[in-house]
């Protein structure tokens, strides 16, 4: 119990709790750390209460990425996914993966 | 054996992120305007503390660097980090350095959503002003 409260490692407690199979009479649940980076990136957004949901938008997730006036910037990436926030200026938040 | 250009490398994605904020838009017309990106002095080498930040670019950069709410959060939320605003065919592209899986909504902070939409704000102004 007082590993759960510490949090894992440090780390931020993404953790979830998902079905209720009943055991010998007692409701028990399956605990998971959440590793899909699209969640928990949208669950930081609602966290700060942003009203954010996951979209698809084509357009923005073909590229291309970058204009590359700026030289640093990496050849080859991934598109993650898009998300939505409404009431923002900027039309949509793009995650992208290295290679 | 020749090596194919288009072949991917076999270790898949790497798990470093970088994240996009996105205004739609023909942002090649507008390229001159709003082309740039932050330059800052930092002071320290361990423990760093950024002591100024400007804007080098287009037009827009002399906009931002009037706004003084902008360069507040800046001076916070810019410690080993960079902005920079790329327009590109369809898009004009917000985004910072890329950042490792574990790290990715550390720096996302409420100040940080603030400054980017600020710097989105004036994106979309200068894209309005100049159509």
Known sequence: ???KERGRHGMADT?????????GGEKASEEYLESDVRVILLTHLRGLGLDAYISSDREVEE???????FTSMPRIVTNVCCIKVSGMNFDC???LTRG | MADNPTTLHTYGALPFYQIHFVVKGNGKV???LLVARTRKRVRGVISKSVEDVWWEGGKIAERLNNDTRLKQLL????????IF???VENAVRIYSRFKIESEVTRHL??????AYNIIAGHVRSIMKEFE
């Open chain 1, 1 to 3: 119990m007082k590993d």
């Open chain 2, 85 to 87: 605003i790329d327009p």
């Open chain 1, 15 to 23: 953790s979830h709790k998902h079905g209720d199979g009943s055991e």
């Open chain 2, 109 to 114: 902070s409420r100040e940080a959503i603030e």
């Open chain 1, 63 to 69: 590229g291309p990425y970058y204009s590359y006036y």
């Open chain 2, 30 to 32: 507008f390229e001159e």
């Open chain 1, 93 to 95: 938040i793009n995650l």
């Open chain 2, 75 to 82: 001076l916070t939320i810019l410690k080993d980090d960079d």
